[in-house]
């Protein structure tokens, strides 16, 4: 079959994705190929906000200097600066897109979060994300040369003289596998919780982007900067629903099973210590008591404190019978985000020519070790923003590339070997790592992934072709975190600690 010729050709609907395509829409025609509904993303889930120096009293000198702390001399400093400085015009071009963000009077009401110096998130209650992603959409829609084929997953990247040209995508209920070209690709997949048996991330993230930009060549760094959020939420009939530190910083506290506040053990700082050291206390505790989870207790606040400051918190918590009055709420921590990712430049080039990514996938050098909060959402804005500028120059393709077969399993099987990855990453290459355990995922990822070729093919199915795609970021992750000789930010091996 003939592709389907476009300027350019987005992978993923999240922010990342769409702010590229409404971009791009102004220098050529948009095919935006996204797997699930338009909205299934962790865009859709964000919740805190999105960090810009709006106030007075802030500047991006300062959102600079934060960022630059919280990545503990990782971060690359002209990339920090490139985001900071054009975060105000990001919220800008939000709210000129429709975006309704809570106001103090007629200013931007501006939040607080860990790491930040001044309040300088841009919000909108506890569902940010959610509005974000609204505001995208709806302004895509408006958009008569964006095409968006929603059910439609990218299996491969195609390749033409050394160039990325397009994706071939299984489009469809039927199942029809069509190839899509296109001057410049961009690659906006998002993150890559799901090879963790704890995340916040939606079924989405699942390291697709990794593993179609390895496939192609494309350089990937940082991968062992994995982001863990101390407290979400432990219960059967709603894993990775995330409990905002917020509800610490108002005066939440963590207890064990006992009753203890167990944070005295570990930190002065207690429960609003960093969110990396938290959720290490936490899991000390869980590992020396056996135990499942902690418990986070609102008991002591005011509900109507709680009911105005967390209401999704608060609603969804009274859906599964808890009462943060009269309850204590199990959490665990889980796999939140990403810091690394596809090596970019500042224009969300990678080193495959016609091949771009931005957003979670993508490592712009950004957040270096640790990311500040809420400077996720920020930086997908910013650098697709930039990277459909770039694209824009890119010239015409002339080839019509074939997609090679691609190897499906059972959904069955596919299952099975999930589920090891889960274990082998959750066990060894976790929050707490050490060079022995370490070692123990790698042979379980080169296992799995030699079971995987293995096994007999089957018709298409994404479920197994997410599991590949799981197994091949994982094994970044563990690379990653082996060549590390140094504890630093969010990656932590007790084999390096200092006694
Ligand atoms: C619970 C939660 C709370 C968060 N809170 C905040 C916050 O307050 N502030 C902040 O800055 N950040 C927050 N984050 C992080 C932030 O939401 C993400 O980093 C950001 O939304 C990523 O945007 P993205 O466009 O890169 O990816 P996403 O929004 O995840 O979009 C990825 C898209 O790619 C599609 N896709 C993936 N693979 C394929 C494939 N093979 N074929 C076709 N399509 C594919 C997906 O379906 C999806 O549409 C939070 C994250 C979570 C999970």
Redo the contacts with the bound molecule.
Sequence with gaps: MNPSRYDFLV???????LAFALRAAEFGRVCV????EVT????S??????AAAMDEADSWELHEQDTLIAGAGLCDPEAVRFLVQRAPEAIEWLIGHGARFDQNGSDLALGREGGHSRNRIVHHADK??WEIERTVVAAVRQRGNIEVFQH???TQLLMADGRCVGAE?VVGDDNEARTFTARAVML????CGRMYTHT???R???G??IALASDVGAAVAGMEFMQFHPTTLYHPQMRSF?ITEAVRGAGGTLRNHLGRRFLFDYDDRLELAPRDVVARAIEAEMKKHETWCVYLDMTHLRPELIRHEFPTIYERLRSIGLEVEKDWIPVVPAQ??SCGGVATDLAGRTNVPGLYA????ASTGVHGANRL??????E?LVFATAAAEAAKEEGPVEASPTATATKCISEAESIRLRTSLRHAMTQHAGIVRNFAGLRDAQASIDGLLSEFAKLPNAPFSSHPCETRNLILAASHVVRGALARKENVGLHFNEDLAVV
């Design positions: 992978i993923g609907s999240g922010l990342a994705g190929l996204t797997k699930g299934d993303s962790n865009t889930w964000a919740q805190g906000g999105i940010t994300g439609s997953f990218v995508a906006a997949t998002g993150g916040t991330n939606p989405v993230a699942t697709d982007g995330l939140h985000y931005a957003g979670e996938v909060a809420s400077n996720s959402l920020l997908a």
